[in-house]
């Protein structure tokens, strides 16, 4: 079954970290199988705390969501992330 990565930017921190993040993450692809689905779009919260922005981002299954999430190239990113953002990150199972 599909799974998703969603990620909900709550609020910026830092700019110049959350642009080597954005430049970081995006080489940590690699060889994995993902695909974007959302990426900075215009978005609206229905219910909830604002945001300002988000990311949904389609693997093959769970376990190479958690691959690519753990992998070194996308741990290097975070580590900006981290620095740059408050956000909210979400491992979802699909129901295909």
Not at 11 to 32: C, H, I, P, Q
């Amino acid at each position: 079954m599909s799974a998703y990565i969603v990620f909900l930017l709550e609020k910026t921190v830092n700019t110049t970290e959350f642009e080597l993040y954005k430049k970081k993450s995006a080489t940590a692809r690699g060889d994995y199988d993902i695909t974007r689905l959302a990426y900075y779009g215009e978005h609206e919260v229905l219910e909830g705390d604002p945001i300002e922005a988000s990311v949904i981002i389609r693997f093959p299954d769970m376990e190479s969501a958690k691959s690519w999430y753990s992998s070194a190239a996308y741990q290097e990113a975070l580590n900006h992330r981290l620095k740059a953002a408050i956000c909210k990150v979400v491992l979802i199972q699909g129901s295909d």
